[in-house]
């Protein structure tokens, strides 16, 4: 009964920095795909971008005219620099398997809010070992809007069939902790890349996926 009693709770869980420590694939394969391509990027540039689109960040360096084939080749090119430098050494989370199968066993469903590709979120869960335990997974190409907008939590809820108001969001950059907020849902922030400050907006900081667990997300929702 009491897992029963909790399947109208969700937890929404971001991707890179909190179930995969991507940050360092990440920054590495933008600034590798932007010195091909001529670009300037900088590491602290690329840091203030993390958890934005690709075609965001696209924007942002490459500049505005280009046009959707030549944004889709430099998105292809910097995804997969990045996936070769996770299929070497996939940097899972502490505690995510853990923390996963613990929701599960507690009857919460689960999804994933991603602005990442597809691509990059199906090998991520799939070397996570628990492509099953996801009931809807939401990625970068389901949106128009990247994070701080709510659209991905907001239809990661939809598929779910869970309200807002009994979804959990855990994030680790303070534009995914805006987005649930915006989504009316509860905010969990993982300390990683961004300061305590900046995830302040957060209605929980942890330092850890270990400090959570079933009871705690459970009373977050109350």
């Known amino acids: 009964m009491l897992a029963e009693s909790r399947m109208d ?50 924007r942002r360096f490459w500049g505005e005219g280009l046009d959707d084939a030549q944004m889709r080749a430099i998105d292809d090119r910097k995804e997969a620099l990045y996936r070769e430098r996770i299929r070497e050494h996939f940097p ?17 469903r689960l999804a ?10 199906e090998l991520s869960v799939r070397r996570l070992g628990r492509a ?13 809007r990247g994070k701080p907008d709510p659209e991905v939590f907001v239809l ?35 300390l990683g890349t961004a300061s305590r400050d900046a995830l302040a907006g957060a209605r929980l900081i942890v330092s850890s996926l270990r400090e959570l667990s079933p009871a705690v997300i459970e009373d977050l929702l109350r």
Request: some cysteine.
């Open 132 to 144: 099953g335990a996801f009931d809807a997974i939401v990625t970068g190409r389901d949106v128009a």
């Open 156 to 190: 990661a809820a939809g598929r779910l069939g869970v309200p807002a108001g009994r979804c959990a969001v855990v994030e680790d950059a303070p534009a995914g902790i805006a987005a649930a907020r915006a989504a009316a849902m509860a905010s969990i922030a993982v």
């Open 9 to 58: 709770r969700a937890v929404l869980f971001d991707m890179d920095g909190v179930l995969v420590d991507s940050f360092a694939a990440h920054r590495e394969s933008w600034l590798e795909a932007a010195s091909e391509a001529g670009v300037e990027m900088t590491a602290a540039q690329f840091a203030a971008t993390f958890g934005r689109t690709s075609r965001e960040i696209i």
């Open 92 to 108: 899972i989370m502490d505690g995510a398997v853990e923390l996963i199968d613990a929701l599960v066993a507690a009857g919460f």
């Open 112 to 121: 994933v809010g991603s602005s990442g590709p597809p691509e990059n979120v």
